[in-house]
């Protein structure tokens, strides 16, 4: 099995010290930096204990501060760039994302061979977890520094424009068609190595459009463009899409929702994705309360 490079996914110390970030995130002021580091030498107690004591920060604006110095940027509580479901980015030291981390660590075990780079997330229907898995996936990869780019080819209901609270206007289907520059379709998040690219406007033949040449293409310039590629699909079983998508992919990571997918619909789409030849890379039971635990 072949797996993501894991030479050009590190954890990218920055070189600014916790001081600096909070002055040019706008949360402390160059007197309150002053007050701080003189209580810090005078009790002899670290620079976030002292902001904290003096009341100029909370214990939560130290721990975003320490994150953002280390390359690990989350969001803070209260902030609403992101629909709260994406719990990789309001909540990374949780129990729950580091499920996600031990699914990204499986994804970047060296290997011999060709190179993983572009993961589509499957399930066999509908409303599985898939986006869910997806977004929070690109999340820890983001995370660790990873140029990330996630990618929503799910024509048939779109939601990571909606996740990420961007338009959807502009996407993938707006490339395809060459209608549209990659840089232009493609959109920023609170996460600074995060980009998300939409579905775009839904097409009248999604499963045509994404057998044309120029799909094939345009994967291949976002792999050079990105170190990770994650890619949310449709309900593999309800359309051909999810199957095209797949094939467009350098593996697959396949998501099942526990007591609710069936044993023989997921021998289905093993039976067509081997049929294909598409790998398996990974696999993933969603748990009703929130919790996943990755297969080999």
């Known amino acids: 099995m072949e797996y993501l490079n894991p030479n050009s996914i590190e954890l990218r110390a920055q070189s600014s010290n916790i001081g600096s970030i909070l002055i040019d995130s706008g949360k402390i002021k160059p007197a309150d930096l002053e007050q701080i580091i003189a209580l810090q030498k005078q009790d002899g107690i670290l620079f976030g204990e002292a902001a904290v004591k003096l009341g100029i920060l909370t214990e939560e604006d130290v721990a975003w501060a320490i994150a953002s110095q280390f390359s690990y940027p989350y ?46 997330v499957i399930s066999p229907g509908q409303k599985e977890g898939k986006t869910f898995i997806a977004s929070n996936l690109a999340i820890v990869f983001a995370q660790l520094g990873s140029k990330t780019l996630l990618v929503d080819i799910n024509f048939r209901v779109p939601r990571i424009h909606e996740v990420f609270k961007v338009e959807n206007k502009c996407g993938i289907s707006s490339l395809i068609i060459k209608r549209a520059t990659i840089d232009h379709a493609i959109k920023p998040t609170a996460i600074p190595s995060l980009h998300i690219l939409p579905s775009g406007p839904t097409p009248p033949n999604p499963v045509e459009l994404l057998g044309w040449h120029e799909a094939r293409e345009l994967l291949a310039s976002l792999k050079d463009i990105y170190e990770v590629v994650i890619i949310d699909t449709p309900a593999f079983l309800n359309t051909a899409d999810a199957s ?32 294909s030849g598409i790998r398996i890379i990974g696999s993933v039971i969603n748990e009703v309360n929130g919790k996943k635990r990755r297969k080999p």
């Open 244 to 275: 095209v998508i797949s094939s467009l992919s350098d593996g697959v990571v396949v998501v099942a929702l526990k007591s609710s997918t069936t044993r023989e619909s997921l021998g289905m789409v093993k039976k067509q994705l081997d049929n």
């Open 75 to 120: 969001i803070k509580a209260g902030e609403d760039t992101i629909a709260r479901e994406v719990v990789a980015a309001y909540q990374p030291f949780s129990q729950e994302v580091e499920s996600f981390r031990s699914i990204r660590t499986g994804l970047i075990l060296p290997g011999a061979g060709k190179v993983v780079k572009a993961i589509a």
